[in-house]
């Protein structure tokens, strides 16, 4: 049991390091650090380090959140520590 | 119909809608008051909070900023918004588990300890009252603008408004109300966006307009933009840094880092029924919240673009801008203008009294530019544009309909009303919750709880209200701190309350309290003792930024670190929680058994 437990937990901490890793990445990473370096690139006519930094990072961060609550609902079903009426109501809607 | 009867009717209707709406409902119980009964679905919910997120300050002065600061302008967008992946990973779902009413409590029982409480409640309430003197303010600015009443006025009509709706009916009363300023403050401030993007770049969709051609020309907005400012002396639109690399990291850090700990945000996520709809619900959140802020940059971009092609029309004709012609002449100036003239939030002064308007950049560090600007007999900037007003004067900049003019004023109302509301439930759920029945009197009922949290409630109107009325000189540096105190103090405690089983009380309290004074002593070296003009002492540090650079309001993040390096060293040398509280967070950390919501302690 207790085996389990922290087996789920290290497997909740690798993806909240995935996750926070490409959060970081991508906000002070390519849309600050790198900046100046992707500026040289056109999308449209946006230059690409200034779209990261106004557009890109807050439609990723979207795109994480969601994709860390799948991917954490999973992790919860194969350690069964998920919530009973969670599942039924994700079965009637299914 | 004039505009200002549009006015009256748009303001009007949505008020009628939201205290109709807080009437039907009304609170029943305590959990009713707090938590909206738990019951409250993740999009609802996502929408309710992004209204409860956007203050007056992200809808009137966000897009504002960024058109002020260019690229440096990003800190906002990313740090109000990333900070929802730390609270949708670190912190909603596993507070939503322990399932207790406020964010104090989670540290009082985790903690096991009324001091650390007691620290964190103070933060809290720190926290919410400087933020909540701004909406206060923004209020005032909103109401006096458009409905032509005076400042004071303004203040008095939002007070009892926000009184009304958030006294009577509670959380569950402000959550569905919220979703309605949600549409209309959406829907305000999408809609001029819209024109203004389809005139400028015919494409409708704001976000993409930013990156499309000017009509007709073959250049792309941005690169022209650019041209335009730079020709005027300012820095590069697409590339101006505030400060340094490393400062804007640590800006955008502290930003995100604060949003993620401030209470009023953390504590809608108690009012979902299950964790899952905890983690989703942030994402809803940020879908509502993206919805404004990935327009904002076309709004801050297409205003100064827009602004400067009203003031110096010269550069549409391709003209140099030192030629005479180029320039406004004084007396042929918009409507619009002499409109904000009058708020005093834009102004005109006829420098070199030729009669025309230089509207340009005489502090550029572009020397050549200087003596160009000077032979061509320009004695100084001549025109005053507070950052305030770009959203709001916006509209009639592009000339739009009276209509879009009354709906704007109805969004930034909204704005203000809805996060006043939500501060003012963190506040009262903090005094009546965590400090009367949590420490000085356990054995209060329900009943005189609730009367003791909206007493709470109408003094901090009274109090907001007051300092809205005499603005201690300090508003805009107060948001900062605001945030400062939350990345360095309970967001770290928070965190490390569930990430490490280990942690104990005096590691935490000793983070926190450390945390704090790093960042108080850093920010009041700049900004005064408690904001008191006179008391700087920078020179004590070094003279200003002296900490690699790092300006008052990026220091939060520095904060953050040393909270957690200091609880860390400390929990080393002091004994391990006991054994329950290691079980506590072993529990808090698996979904199941989640209940509901409750107080009892």
Redesign the interface.
């Known amino acids: 049991m207790a085996k389990k437990k922290r087996s789920y937990w290290s497997t909740t901490l690798r993806l909240l390091g995935i996750v926070l890793a490409i959060w970081a990445g991508v906000s002070l990473g390519l849309s600050i650090i790198l900046a100046p370096l992707l500026n040289h690139i056109q999308l449209g006519g946006y230059p690409l380090g200034f779209w990261f930094a106004q557009q890109g990072s807050i439609f990723t961060f979207i795109v994480l959140i969601f994709v860390y609550a799948i991917l954490m609902g999973r992790i919860d079903r194969r350690y069964d520590v998920h919530e009973k009426s969670e599942k039924k109501s994700n079965r009637k809607r299914g | 119909m004039s505009l200002q009867v549009m006015t009256y009717i748009a303001v009007g209707l949505s008020f009628l809608l939201y205290l109709g709406i807080a009437f039907w409902s009304r609170a029943k119980s305590t959990s009713d008051f707090y938590v909206a009964g738990a019951s409250v679905g993740p999009v609802v919910n996502g929408m309710a909070t992004a209204a409860d997120w956007m203050s007056a300050a992200s809808f009137i002065s966000m897009a504002g900023m ?1 058109s002020n600061m260019g ?1 440096g ?2 800190v906002f ?2 740090g109000w ?2 900070g ?2 730390l609270l ?3 912190l909603a ?1 596993y507070l939503r588990k322990f399932g207790k009413f406020t964010v104090s409590q989670f540290i009082r029982d985790r903690f096991y300890s009324k001091t650390a409480a007691a620290v964190a409640v103070l933060c809290l309430l720190v926290a919410s009252i400087t933020y909540i003197i701004g909406q206060m303010t923004g209020v005032g600015v909103a109401f006096s603008r458009f409905l032509g009443v005076s400042n004071d006025v303004g203040i008095y009509i939002g007070m009892a408004i926000v009184f009304a709706y958030a006294v009577f009916g509670g959380m569950k009363g402000i959550t569905y109300t919220q979703v309605a300023q949600y549409c209309v403050m959406s829907i305000a401030y999408i809609i001029p966006a819209i024109f203004i993007a389809f005139y400028l770049t015919g494409n409708p969709i704001p ?2 307009g ?4 000017l009509r007709g020309e073959n250049i ?4 022209r933009l650019d041209q335009v400012v730079t020709d005027l002396g300012f820095k590069e639109y ?2 101006s840094l505030p400060g340094s ?1 490393l400062n ?2 640590l800006f ?2 502290t930003l ?1 880092i604060g949003t993620a700990g401030l209470p009023h945000v953390i504590m809608r996520f108690f009012t979902v ?5 905890a ?2 619900s ?2 809803w959140t ?2 509502f919240i ?1 919805v404004l ?2 327009t904002a ?1 076309a709004v801050g971009a297409m205003a100064k673009y827009n602004l400067h092609t009203t003031v110096t029309p010269g550069i549409e004709q391709n003209m140099s801008v030192f030629e005479p012609e180029a320039s406004l002449v004084g007396e042929e100036r918009p409507d619009w203008m002499r409109r904000w003239e009058k708020t005093g939030l834009l102004q005109w002064e006829d420098k070199n009294k030729d009669g025309r308007i230089q509207y340009y950049n005489d502090a550029s560090s572009d020397q050549q530019f200087l003596t160009r600007a000077a032979e061509a007999g320009w004695q100084g900037n001549e025109l005053m544009v507070n950052a305030d007003i770009i959203v709001l004067a916006n509209p009639e900049i592009a000339m739009l309909p009276f209509w879009v003019i009354a709906l704007v004023a109805a969004g930034g109302i909204a704005a203000a009303l809805s996060t006043a509301a939500g501060l003012l439930m963190a506040i009262s759920s903090a005094v009546s919750h965590d400090l009367i029945k949590g420490i000085f009197a356990p054995k209060i009922s329900e009943k005189s709880e609730l009367l003791t949290g909206k007493i709470s409630m109408a003094v901090s109107i009274v109090v907001a209200g007051w300092l809205g009325l005499n603005p201690p000189g300090f508003a805009a540096g107060t948001v900062a701190l605001a945030f400062g105190i939350a990345a360095s103090s309970l967001f770290p405690a928070l965190m490390m309350g569930i990430f490490f089983v280990k942690m104990n009380k005096e590691g935490v309290i000793a983070g926190m309290l450390s945390g704090l004074t790093v960042t108080l002593f850093y920010v009041f070296a700049h900004k005064g003792i408690f904001f008191i003009q006179g008391t700087q002492f920078t020179q004590l540090i070094g003279g200003p930024n002296s900490f690699f650079g790092i300006t008052p309001e990026a220091i939060g993040a520095v904060g953050a670190f040393v909270n957690f390096a200091v609880a860390f060293i400390v929990q080393r040398f002091t004994k391990n929680p006991p054994e329950h509280i290691q079980a506590l967070v ?1 529990s808090v ?6 209940k509901t919501v409750d107080g009892a302690h």
């Open positions: 960024i690229y302008g990003s967008l990313m918004t990333g929802f992946v949708a990973m670190l779902p976000q993409l930013l990156g499309s051609n792309a907005l941005l690169t697409t590339t690399t804007m990291v955008t850090l995100m029924p299950n964790v899952a709809a983690r989703r942030a994402g940020l879908v993206a802020y990935t940059p072993e950390r698996s979904p199941r058994g989640a």
